[in-house]
């Protein structure tokens, strides 16, 4: 196989994305402080503003839609803090990338062991 | 001289850590993943290591993408857990050594592995949820620890062939050390696990065991694969397992396996524990 090769479903977080998503991923990484999160819900449109984000990011950002928010450079552990802002945790998360229910979601991680 | 009595492999998701907070180690859905770790726990209370190498990544708590090292060493007298934004509790502080860390970066550094190194460092769940599973008092212990981490965040990371070649230099830095310390190295992470895209939930049972059949006797199999190889069949997270063979490169050739389990799912993550002893 070779590298080049795309995986189903994967974006590659290399530099090229990670130069994308900059601003997304500083805007979340900021989230590991309870103040940093307490301003972001007070006032989501300045704090966007505050860490430069491009219009595709904040409208994916306002959209809480995970898939948009990596094909805008975010990186999934930074996405996490965003996503536990509304406590939501990665089974949350896989469900709504892979369109399924939690439930849903659920049951087939655990099929997989079988 | 210092010896390393065994490597240890573990899971280190934040469920796991939530899991602990909540003391949930006889819910049905997380006894099969718990009742893995009292045997290793005994292991440990004979071997009576005292230092702990912790290989691991960090995401997103000590280090951002404004800087991102590819391999960083701890060398503080002690590391701090801190809020990672998602609800974990924050636990006690990890005692460090800091004359053991530099005589590793020197040892390691002079085998031509360039090394950041942080007298400052907060530890994420990458590292303190192993800890806690293997030493759930490990701050009445006051085991001594080692933070090593590698950056499995942002593409390129480093190849597994690299690491275990990392991990050879480092069983060499521990050999020389000039006290009688015994060592045990935690490679964390894994297994084959995928968090984000279409392909979120993604787990491959049949490579995960063949990893955990092949990194005991057979640990040079993988060093020919690349990171998107692991990737492909071991999910974009999955290739933690990079974590993996940096403890195994550092151990001997021959090891004795004393104890593992696997288990799966633990949220969206199959889990794999070994206890390997080094053999002379």
Redesign the interface.
């Known amino acids: 196989?070779t590298?080049a090769?795309p995986?189903?479903?994967?974006?590659?977080?290399?530099?090229a994305m990670?130069v994308k998503g900059?601003p997304l991923?500083?805007m979340?990484?900021s989230?590991?402080?309870?103040e940093n999160?307490d301003a972001f819900l007070a006032d989501q449109e300045a704090y966007m503003d505050k860490y430069g984000l491009n219009d595709g990011q904040k409208q994916a950002v306002r959209d809480k839609i995970?898939?948009n928010m990596?094909a805008e450079g975010g990186?999934?552990?930074?996405?996490?803090?965003f996503?536990?802002?509304f406590g939501l945790?990665?089974?949350d998360?896989?469900a709504q990338?892979?369109g399924m229910t939690v439930e849903a979601?659920?049951e087939?991680?655990?099929k997989?062991?079988e | 001289m210092a010896r390393i009595v065994g490597g240890l492999t573990t899971s280190h998701i934040p469920a796991i850590g939530n899991a602990i907070a909540r003391e949930l180690f006889e819910d049905p859905y997380w006894r099969p993943f718990f009742d893995g770790y009292p045997p290793v726990r005994q292991w440990l209370d004979q071997v009576k290591p005292d230092i702990a190498i912790v290989i691991y990544n960090d995401h997103g708590l000590n280090f951002f993408l404004d800087k991102q090292p590819t391999f960083a060493v701890g060398a503080a007298a002690e590391y701090r857990n801190e809020d990672e934004g998602w609800g974990i509790p924050t636990i006690a502080p990890f005692k460090g050594d800091p004359a053991f860390s530099w005589h590793l970066i020197n040892s390691i550094v002079a085998d031509e592995f360039d090394l950041t190194t942080c007298q400052e460092m907060a530890v994420d769940h990458g590292f303190t949820v192993p800890m806690q599973l293997f030493w759930p008092n490990y701050a009445e212990l006051g085991i001594r620890t080692v933070p090593l981490c590698i950056n499995t965040v942002q593409h390129p990371l480093p190849s597994p062939k690299r690491c275990y070649a990392l991990g050879k230099a480092l069983g060499k830095a521990i050999a020389s050390y000039p006290g009688d310390e015994k060592v045990v190295i935690l490679g964390t992470g894994g297994l084959s696990h995928q968090l984000d895209g279409e392909r979120a939930g993604f787990i491959n049972k049949k490579f995960d065991l063949m990893c955990m059949e092949k990194i005991v006797d057979d640990p040079e199999y993988f060093l020919d694969m690349s990171i998107l190889d692991l990737v492909r069949d071991a999910g974009a997270q999955g290739a933690e397992f990079i974590l993996w063979l940096t403890m195994r490169g550092a151990l001997n050739a021959t090891v004795k396996e004393v104890h593992r389990n696997y288990h799966l799912p633990i949220s969206n993550t199959a889990t794999g524990l070994l206890c390997l002893e080094n053999v002379d």
């Open positions: 196989m590298a090769e995986i189903f479903g994967t974006t590659i977080f290399d530099g990670a900059y991923n500083k979340c990484y989230f590991n402080r309870k999160r995970v898939l990596i990186n999934i552990y930074y996405l996490a803090k996503a536990g802002i945790n990665v089974q998360v896989g990338q892979t979601f659920k087939m991680l655990r997989q062991g």
